[in-house]
């Protein structure tokens, strides 16, 4: 069961936890901010990120963005291709007079990576949005394979941007063959983050396709490990797709502590979880206190 599903059929007992249902959609949560966040260096970047990180793809209300934030949240992650260059809008509305508080990553959709030109726009494009004039972390969205780790056409886009400042730091996000995939990064030594599809389970189902997906666990961490060592900062998706979890000594399972297992592994610098309501922000954002 995903997140979206698991709350929606758990919203009945939200008026006990004190949550008030606004919509189907919003939440409203009377929390205190957040304190003691953990902050973990991003591999050999050296930025200091929060060890969970907000996954900004479903999020459609600048409030929201604005709540993560004052938690002591700074990773955003978000991507050219989300609501057409929306989600990005909505990000440099929130960030434009803290833009040095936060790390932004963002993504060039897996369609144009043979097309330094396109890349190039979809970068300048990304900047307009977020209404800066850099962006931390860029990253090659949805890498297949080897090959796409070693594109030579993103390569190039990739370097030009980061030599003109554009960009600080390169990656990849990987949704399938991880463990292929940051294998071939490591060897290639051209990427700063790898952004990855992980999660207790071993295994996620996509919340709007519906594809199915899973993994060899021993494997892939064998090579995230290998990718700590090399520098290569590892931050985890699909963090939540594979259901919420108990740990041993604990009543319920949950979506908190289906975060606190990826953080226990010490080669993961952050995770970044999709929010879309404020129940989310605190249920993940308690998961670093517990850590």
Same mark, same amino acid.
């Given at each position: ?7 929606? /059929?758990?919203?009945?007992?939200? @008026? ?12 409203? !949560? ?8 953990? !902050?973990?260096?991003?591999? /050999? ?12 793809? /479903? ?13 002591? @949240? ?11 260059? /929306?989600?990005?809008?909505? #990000? ?74 554009? #960009? ?22 051209? !990427?700063? @983050? ?13 919340? *709007? ?80 206190? *517990?850590?």
């Amino acid at each position: 069961m995903n997140r979206k599903t698991f709350i929606t /059929r758990s919203t009945a007992g939200l @008026v006990g936890l004190g949550i008030t249902v606004t919509s189907k959609s919003h939440l409203t !949560y009377a929390q205190p901010e957040m304190k003691n966040i953990q !902050y973990r260096t991003l591999g /050999r970047t050296g930025l200091k990120v929060s060890a969970v990180g907000f996954g900004a793809s /479903r999020a459609t209300e600048p409030s929201l963005i604005k709540k993560v934030v004052d938690t002591g @949240v700074n990773l955003l992650d978000t991507g050219r291709m989300y609501s057409g260059g /929306r989600n990005e809008e909505l #990000i440099g509305r929130v960030i434009k007079d803290i833009r040095e508080t936060v790390v932004i990553q963002s993504k060039i959709h897996q369609n144009i990576q043979h097309d330094p030109k396109a890349m190039e726009k979809s970068i300048d494009d990304s900047l307009k949005a977020l209404r800066t004039d850099y962006i931390d972390i860029m990253l090659l969205r949805w890498t297949a394979d080897k090959d796409a780790i070693d594109n030579p056409d993103a390569i190039e886009a990739l370097t030009k941007a980061k030599k003109a400042g554009k #960009i600080l730091f390169t990656g990849f996000s990987c949704h399938n063959n991880q463990a292929e995939i940051i294998r071939a990064a490591i060897e290639n030594g051209f !990427y700063d @983050v790898a952004l990855t599809a992980y999660n207790h389970a071993g295994n996620y189902t996509h919340s *709007q396709s519906g594809n199915y997906s899973e993994w060899d666990q021993p494997a892939l961490e064998i090579e995230l490990e290998k990718a700590s060592t090399a520098g290569i900062g590892i931050v985890a998706i699909k963090t939540c797709s594979g259901g919420p979890y108990k740990a041993e000594g604990e009543t319920e399972a949950s979506y908190t502590s289906a975060l606190k297992w990826i953080l226990n592994n010490k080669n993961i610098s952050s995770v970044v979880p999709a929010m879309a309501n404020f129940r989310e922000v605190e249920e993940d954002v308690r998961a670093m206190n *517990q850590v």
